[in-house]
Nanobody
Framework: VQLQASGGGLVQTGGSLRLSCAAS????????MGWYRQAPGRQRELVAL???????NYADSVKGRFTISTDDAKSTVYLQMNNLKPEDTAVYYC?????????????WGQGTLVTVSS
């Protein structure tokens, strides 16, 4: 599975950005897709995850502001980010998961930088 993320950039506080992640390869094995982010000096954290046929999960810090969606073919996942705050500044990584009984395999995109100026 290969993931290609795009859409990052510089935006002012209160602005919006839309991230896209194009997936290719053996997508039939993918059970969930989502976005993580990593700010300088901090650990990578979950932003939003959409399991196939399951409930979407959002980090508390982005609920009500970010929306994750996928296209019908499930080959692209989007993250619509509204009302951005400086604390949203991070490198955002697209993620895909293959979930087996005893193992979760993660696939990662290359990351796209989002900078929110105050």
């Amino acid at each position: 599975v290969q993931l290609q993320a795009s859409g990052g950039g510089l935006v002012q506080t209160g602005g919006s950005l839309r991230l896209s992640c194009a997936a290719s390869g053996n997508l039939f094995s993918i059970d969930a897709m989502g976005w993580y982010r990593q700010a300088p000096g901090r650990q990578r954290e979950l932003v939003a995850l959409t399991p196939s046929g399951g409930k979407i999960n959002y980090a508390d810090s982005v609920k009500g502001r970010f929306t994750i969606s996928t296209d019908d073919a499930k080959s692209t996942v989007y993250l619509q980010m509204n009302n951005l705050k400086p604390e949203d500044t991070a490198v955002y990584y697209c993620n895909a998961k293959r979930i087996a009984t005893w193992k979760v395999t993660d696939y990662w995109g290359q990351g796209t930088l989002v900078t929110v100026s105050s």
